[in-house]
């Protein structure tokens, strides 16, 4: 029961505010009526980021985003998709599960990653995340010099050496960290570097990108990259492609990702994915402005910093109560919210 303090009507017409209304208001604000009648599909859904980079035909979308991102020695020449979900050593091991997965010619792994909102520990599980393609390299060369001792035809190539091949993150962030806020940079590149700041080890990197610092207009864009950048962030809103863009890779993202051109089967996939991506917008904006109203007023009977941090957590426990409700996967929820699948299975 909360107690009895200015604040408190206001969290009740919150928690009194009908989901019907709730779209409404979050449609005015973000342009839902004209989103429906887009043109390009939006990048930021699971489906979206995958049509655009993650499929056989979009290999050459992907190749050039990363070239453009990634200071490579060589740029990428072609890139192999591999098994997007990896699993731990034994049963009772955590698995990831990756947006895209991939290898180029040179054998170097990449990572990348659409995250459409705020989750606890995310710069932990990305650390996480590369830890599969490093582990798998081990594996795959114990499994090769195994072969080479038995197989009387190949030639032996002795004991592994421990050369590893370089693993490179990338996730695209719909959300800006907490305790970056002020800093107007929206990239962020993350290295193994000493105490000097000079780079102990070059074959292991992060780059996370926060899409809402983004604000550059056409007329501004100076580089390759910014040009991804500023498609990704807008490319639902284009009504035809920009006469910047014409005539170069970058048209090619805009005929991948023309509705007109999506089969009906995909076209439901896209409409199923658009739907979990703005109900996942909308359960988690209402909520954080239930968790702050309730944080603030728990906050003055109970002390701030308390107070807010409860407020959080349970912004968190109802963002995944509804998002259960829409039957999502656990996993995602999990992701979305930052909460353990065993908390989320008994809420």
Known sequence: MLPSVPGTDLLKRLRNTSVSQTFEHWGVCYGIIDRMKARYLNPFTDFGFKKLFGEEASKPLLKDFLNSLLP???????????????????????????????????????????????????????????????????????????????????????????????????????????????????????????????????????YFIEMPKFHKVESELASQLENWLYLIKHLEEFPDVPAKFQHTILEQAFEIAELAHLTEEERKAYEDSLKH?????????????????????????????EGLIEGELKRARKAAIQMKADKMPISKISEYTGLSEEEIENL
Not at 163 to 177: M, N, P, R, S, T
Not at 292 to 304: D, L, M, P, R, T
């Open 72 to 206: 490579l020695d060589y740029p990428i020449a072609d890139l192999n998709f591999r098994n997007a979900e990896q699993l731990g050593t034994g049963e009772d091991q955590r698995k990831a599960v990756y947006d895209i997965y991939c290898q180029d010619t040179q054998g170097n792994y990449f990572i990348v990653e659409m995250q459409k909102s705020k989750q606890n520990f995310f710069k932990d599980r990305t650390v996480f995340y590369t830890t599969f393609p490093i582990r798998e390299q081990a594996e795959a060369s114990v499994v090769g010099e195994f072969t080479s001792r038995t197989n009387e035809d190949s030639n032996a190539k002795g004991p592994w050496n421990y050369e590893l091949k370089a693993v490179y993150c990338v996730g695209i962030l719909d959300f800006v960290f907490e305790e970056d806020k002020a800093n107007p940079d929206y990239l962020h590149e993350v290295k193994l570097k000493n105490r000097h700041n000079k780079v102990f080890y070059d074959k292991y990197a992060l």
């Open 277 to 305: 991506y703005r109900d996942i917008l909308n359960i988690v904006d209402t909520a954080r402005d239930e968790g702050k109203v309730e944080g603030f007023i728990e906050g003055k009977a109970v002390g701030k910093e």
